[in-house]
């Protein structure tokens, strides 16, 4: 059956299916509404997480306005609308930034550009957008801008430009450079960064900053390995560490640098090492000296006594532990002093550093050279044999090998000298001994050497020790003999032709309270040596003294003069010539009886200022005589130029004056060269009437010997005075 027109529409549908049909449509569209509202309602949600928004505006519309996004509204500080303008007026772009989001609307081309807004309440934030244009729906084109707001980031990269900014200040104010330093997980390492002052430090082109290999090049080869392993042993146990190392410079000089990191485990696995390198080289220098100062000795430039002592101490205990010998050589120039008297203290001085300079040629490396003080040098040779036949032979071997090389004449200002040395050699490392007593062994031979005629060499020898050790002894007892009154004098007479006494010499003796009467031959070298024979000469002169005066009273001693010895050291030691006139005047011994006897040592030191003193003694009547004459170094013109009163033939000559012809000639001589100075003599040591003879014969007036009397007490004397 047909439907009837009412109710149907021109598409043959009833207006039942048209309110059916209506109905669906009405749903669909509710349901795509709501779907749309979510949607909107999502991506609102993502603008706001995203700190994003967009705008966008139909090409043809109304200049400036444009839609926006909710999320934009946001970002711009407005309340949602639906336009936004973007004109020249009434918009929140600064204006420094206007132009160029201007030309981003020109170009269109979706190019990123960061702008500033204003918001209403003042506050400026950063914008990030592209523009670009869209084919419209309606074949309208559209543009497109999408916003992001980027304020946060700006404020971290500026507040990251602010703290590099600082770091730079203060790395451009420390006298250094910083660094980071990073091992990669890989094993491979970079430089992320290092401060400007790497270039100054390091030597390096201003264009060369963060390649770590530049850097290394200027490391120093020899420490390149200690800083790897550095920086190995950091990344184990992520500790700080400090190292220091050379840097060559690419004139050769080097440099000290000083390096300290804090290592960081990086959570890929790699290192991060936070660093700073100071340049530290004054310090070294300044170290380097100090070191030099104490361990070096000035002149020579040679280890001194304190760093030869350290090494010797070494050598001794490396030797001992491992069984091998080492050998100390002590050597002493022989007759330096002459030379420093003579030529003076800079001639002195170059020949040490000549001697120095030839002594370090002729060893090797490994063995130490050091200048012990004065004209004295030690070689310590180490790592000599374990056998000690073997070792004795070597040691020698460089013994005379430094002598060939020392024996060689020497310019001195332009003039050829001659030295030679003497050496005591000590070997070490079969016993354990102290590095003094090493010493005092090799410098004992070395005197050994000296006594042996000088310029060769000695080995230490026990019974040298034992000698010393006695010697030691004997210096303790005659310090004691002293303070204790067990040095006395004994007197032997002088008489004339006729064989009357004229005069007596004192004679120091010391009654040793063990081994008896010490000889003077003993004790007095060793007074000499030890500084005793200054207290021991005052005790004689005064007992002396004391005992002119007894004489003075006397009538058969009153003309008696008396001859005291005065040892040089005695005589040279500033308050000699007043002490002898303030023991004389406390004495109240009359001078002109006091006879002072010198040796010709004296001769060989400062004749000016002997001849000085003995003046002075001289001016109140103190008579001089030199004694053991013949014997030693005086030549005619000091002679001459002494004010003496009398010489003393030596009893050496006296005694073969008879049988040697040679000692006859000599006697004869000297008496003929006393009498024309005009100067009295004295013959030591007659003991036979045909000594006595021949010396009167020739002209001699005076003698002392056994044949008038044997050394005795001042009573023995008044026996021989009243017989
Ligand atoms: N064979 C032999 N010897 C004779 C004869 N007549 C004397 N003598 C010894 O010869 C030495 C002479 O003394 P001197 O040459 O001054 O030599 C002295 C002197 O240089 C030194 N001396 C002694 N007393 C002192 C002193 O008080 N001070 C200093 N500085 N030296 C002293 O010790 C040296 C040795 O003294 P002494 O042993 O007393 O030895 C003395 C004496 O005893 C003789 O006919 N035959």
Redesign the pocket.
């Known amino acids: 059956m047909a439907r009837p027109a009412s109710v149907l529409n021109g598409d043959g549908l009833s207006v039942q299916e048209l309110r059916e049909a209506l109905a669906q449509t009405q749903h669909a569209l509710a349901a795509a509404q709501r779907q749309l509202c979510e949607q909107a309602q999502i991506f609102q949600a993502m603008e706001g997480l995203a700190c994003a928004g967009y705008w966008w505006r139909h090409a043809g519309a109304q200049a400036m306005a444009a839609q926006c996004s909710p999320g934009l509204c946001h970002i711009a500080g407005l309340p949602v609308q639906e336009s936004l303008s973007f004109g020249q007026d009434g918009c929140g772009i600064l204006p420094e930034d206007l132009p160029a989001f201007l030309a981003a609307r020109e170009r269109m081309d979706g190019t990123e550009l960061e702008c500033r807004w204003r918001r209403p309440d003042g506050q400026v934030r950063w914008l990030r957008m592209q523009v670009r244009s869209l084919g419209g729906v309606d074949g309208n084109p559209v543009e497109l801008g999408v916003v992001l707001d980027v304020t946060d980031e700006h404020l971290a990269t500026s507040q990251l430009r602010e703290q590099l900014g600082f770091i730079q200040r203060i790395a451009s104010r420390i006298p250094g450079f910083i660094y980071q330093y990073r091992i990669h997980p890989d094993g491979t390492a970079s430089l992320p960064y290092v401060s400007d002052a790497v270039h100054d430090l390091m030597g390096l082109r201003p264009d060369i900053k963060n390649e770590l290999s530049a850097l290394q090049q200027q490391v120093h080869p020899q420490d390149m390995d200690m800083l790897r392993s550095a920086i190995d042993q950091s990344a184990c146990d992520l500790h700080p560490w400090q190292r220091e190392y050379r840097v060559l410079s690419d004139d050769g000089s080097v440099r000290w640098h000083m390096t300290s990191a804090v290592p960081q485990a990086e959570a890929d696995g790699g290192l991060l090492l936070h660093g700073y390198t100071i340049d530290i080289t004054k310090r070294k220098q300044t170290e380097q000296e100090i070191e030099r100062l104490a361990f070096y000795d000035a002149l020579t430039g040679l280890p001194n006594r304190r760093l030869l002592l350290e090494r010797l101490q070494h050598a001794m205990s490396v030797c001992l532990r491992h069984q091998r010998h080492g050998a100390l050589l002590f050597i002493d120039l022989d007759n330096f002093k002459d030379l420093n008297d003579t030529l003076g203290h800079d001639v002195g001085d170059l020949l040490l550093t000549q001697v120095a300079a030839r002594l370090v040629q002729t060893v090797r490396e490994v063995d130490t050279v050091a200048r012990f003080g004065g004209d004295e040098f030690v070689v310590m040779l180490d790592g000599l044999s374990s056998g000690l036949a073997q070792a004795v032979v070597e040691a020698e071997f460089v013994a005379d090998k430094l002598l060939a090389a020392l024996n060689i004449p020497y310019a001195l200002a332009g003039q050829p000298h001659y030295s030679t040395p003497s050496i005591g050699i000590a070997l070490f490392g079969q016993e354990r001994h102290s590095v003094d007593e090493l010493l005092k062994r090799a410098d004992l031979a070395m005197y050994q050497a000296k006594a042996a005629g000088r310029n060769t060499q000695r080995f230490f020898d026990p019974a040298m020790q034992a000698a010393l050790l006695a010697r030691a002894s004997l210096e303790a007892d005659l310090r004691q003999g002293l303070a204790g009154n067990e040095l006395f004098?004994?007197y032997?007479p002088v008489v004339d032709a006729r064989g009357r006494v004229q005069g007596a010499?004192?004679?120091?003796?010391w009654r040793h309270p063990v081994r008896g009467f010490i000889?003077?031959?003993e004790f007095?070298p060793l007074?000499?040596q030890t500084g005793l024979?200054l207290p021991?000469?005052r005790h004689?002169?005064q007992v002396a003294c004391a005992q002119l005066v007894r004489w003075a009273r006397d009538p058969q001693a009153a003309h008696l003069s008396l001859?005291?010895?005065?040892?040089a050291r005695?005589f040279r030691q500033p308050g000699f010539v007043a002490e002898v006139l303030q023991t004389l005047q406390a004495s109240g011994a009359n001078p002109r009886r006091l006879k002072i006897?010198l040796?010709e040592s004296m001769l060989l030191g400062d004749l000016e200022c002997t001849i000085e003193r003995m003046g002075q003694l001289k001016r109140h009547g103190v008579g001089f005589a030199l004694?053991?004459f013949g014997t030693g170094y005086s030549s005619l013109s000091y002679l001459k130029r002494l004010p003496l009163d009398q010489v003393?033939i030596?009893?050496s000559f006296?005694?073969d004056v008879l049988t040697d012809p040679n000692d006859a000639a000599i006697v004869r001589t000297i008496l003929a060269l006393a009498q024309s100075l005009d100067l009295a003599v004295v013959a030591?040591?007659?003991?036979t009437t045909g000594q006595l003879g021949f010396l009167r014969l020739h002209g001699c007036e005076q003698f002392?010997?056994?044949?008038f009397g044997?050394?005795g007490s001042a009573e023995d004397m008044d026996v021989l005075l009243h017989a």
């Open positions: 004098v004994h032997q010499e004192a004679l120091a003796r000889s003077p031959a007095i007074a000499e024979i021991l000469g004689i002169l001859a005291v010895n005065v040892s005695q006897e040796t004694d053991d003393k030596d009893q006296v005694r030591e040591g007659v003991e002392q010997g056994y044949l044997r050394p």
